[in-house]
């Protein structure tokens, strides 16, 4: 079945540094991925939508220069939390999708800003 | 856009009891209505999917039903485990669009 690798699984950082977080689909083409953060007991609200080769379309209320995101390739998509602050301390979670909706999950990068 | 309304949020049953989960969306045109089941601290996992043309789905002791009419969709766990105590979501979504979800349903299985 459909594969999706994330990297890192946790990371620890500072206030004020960057932090970057990839997402590959390992055995298929993902021409869309999605970007999700998940609160502690909260569902999954969706961030931004990457598309390969064109600029990520953002939900309302996240902010785009904040939350950089880039689909390089048909595997790989990355978010880049600039500037982290301790209210950025959250799961952050890719899915790709193989076009036919079935959406698979990342295992997940729980970042916590000091 | 589409939303996803989910209920209950927390649910308790007896082992070898029934679950039952109800959700209701807003966009007429979605058509896939995916649920994941959510083990703490890991990645949402998909247990069951439908698709508008379908109004019910069975995969052993999993049943998704689908009311499109009233735009309601409801997951059914029969014969309960130990091990389906979790949080489970429902989403929706249209052909090739985002996926959005519900608040989830915490799951308890009682002994």
């Known amino acids: 079945g459909a594969v999706v690798s994330q990297h890192p699984s946790r990371v620890i950082c500072k206030s004020g540094t960057s932090v970057k977080i990839e997402c590959r689909s390992l055995d298929f083409q993902a021409t869309t991925m999605f970007w999700y953060r998940q609160f502690p007991k909260q569902s999954l609200m969706l961030m931004a939508t990457?598309?390969?080769?064109?600029?990520?379309?953002?939900e309302q209320g996240v902010e785009k220069d904040k939350f950089l995101i880039n689909h390089a390739s048909l595997t790989l998509s990355t978010l880049t939390v600039t500037s982290a602050h301790p209210e950025d301390s959250s799961f952050y979670i890719c899915s790709a999708t193989d076009g036919a909706n079935v959406l698979t999950f990342g295992a997940g990068s729980r970042l916590t800003v000091l | 856009g589409e939303n996803v309304e989910q209920h209950p949020s927390t649910l308790s049953v007896q082992e070898g009891d029934s679950a039952v989960i109800k959700c209701t969306y807003s966009d007429s045109a979605s058509n896939y209505f995916p649920w994941y089941k959510q083990e703490l601290g890991k990645r949402p996992q998909l247990i069951i999917d439908?698709?508008?043309?379908?109004g019910e789905k069975k995969d052993q002791r999993i049943a998704v039903t689908l009311n499109k009419t009233a735009k309601h969709f409801s997951l059914h766990i029969t014969e309960t485990q130990p091990e389906d105590s979790a949080v489970y979501f429902c989403?929706?979504?249209?052909?090739?669009?985002?996926?959005?979800f519900g608040k989830g349903t915490r799951l308890h299985i009682l002994p």
């Open positions: 990457s598309n390969e080769g064109s600029k990520a379309t953002y």
């Open positions: 989403a929706a979504s249209k052909k090739n669009d985002k996926i959005i």
């Open positions: 439908i698709r508008s043309n379908v």
